[in-house]
């Protein structure tokens, strides 16, 4: 019989990162179809406030919403660099969502993640809070990591960050229930 190895794999989860402000968060690689600097976005009359309006994405027309007004945060500073826009591969279609930055991508252990404490308080909501990764404070991105030992030092190291998980595909399923609930309560 053959002696059998300990070198078992953990699965990878392939993780976007990018900022909202000072904020940095990351979302599961495969809600994301791909992620564009800022186009030309069109308004829309009479859409809520959060929606910035829609974009031409390859003759496909994609809603973008601005989850500094969806969730009414306050910048801590002004900045003149242009956005990017995270295409969401959402639950009922794809659309558009609007951030600072998208930093890199990353691949890490899933036991890198963990259940978020009930203390943490999202600015982009805790509904949509998923868990809080552990990341080495400058990780070497999606090139850096492809052996088995630097994904050991990057989840061993002591210089780590945590980074909030979210879910950004279903924004646009609860958008709709909420602002239902809100009407139901004034009733």
Do not use: C, W
């Not at 900022?19 to 495969?30: C, F, G, Q, S, T």
């Not at 390859?58 to 003149?80: A, H, Q």
């Amino acid at each position: 019989m053959a002696a059998q190895s300990n070198d078992v794999r953990k699965p990878l989860l392939s993780l976007v990162l990018f900022k909202i402000d000072n904020d940095e968060y990351a979302v599961n690689v495969h809600e994301v179809l791909e992620v564009i600097k800022s186009p030309e976005i069109i308004n829309i009359p009479n859409s809520p406030q959060y929606v910035s309006g829609f974009l031409n994405l390859r003759g496909n027309v994609l809603s973008v919403i601005d989850l500094e007004k969806k969730f009414g945060l306050t910048r801590t500073y002004d900045s003149d660099k242009p956005r990017m826009v995270i295409i969401v591969d959402g639950v009922e279609f794809p659309f558009g969502v609007m951030v600072d930055e998208v930093s890199e991508v990353i691949r890490v252990t899933d036991d890198a993640m963990q259940k978020p404490p009930d203390t943490i308080k999202s600015k982009i909501g805790e509904n949509y809070v998923v868990g809080v990764v552990l990341i080495q404070e400058e990780s070497a991105g999606e090139t850096g990591i492809d052996n088995e030992k630097e994904i050991t030092t990057l989840l061993s190291d002591e210089n780590k960050k945590a980074v909030l998980l979210v879910s950004l595909k279903e924004i646009m399923v609860r958008i709709p229930e909420q602002q239902g609930n809100k009407k139901a309560k004034n009733e």
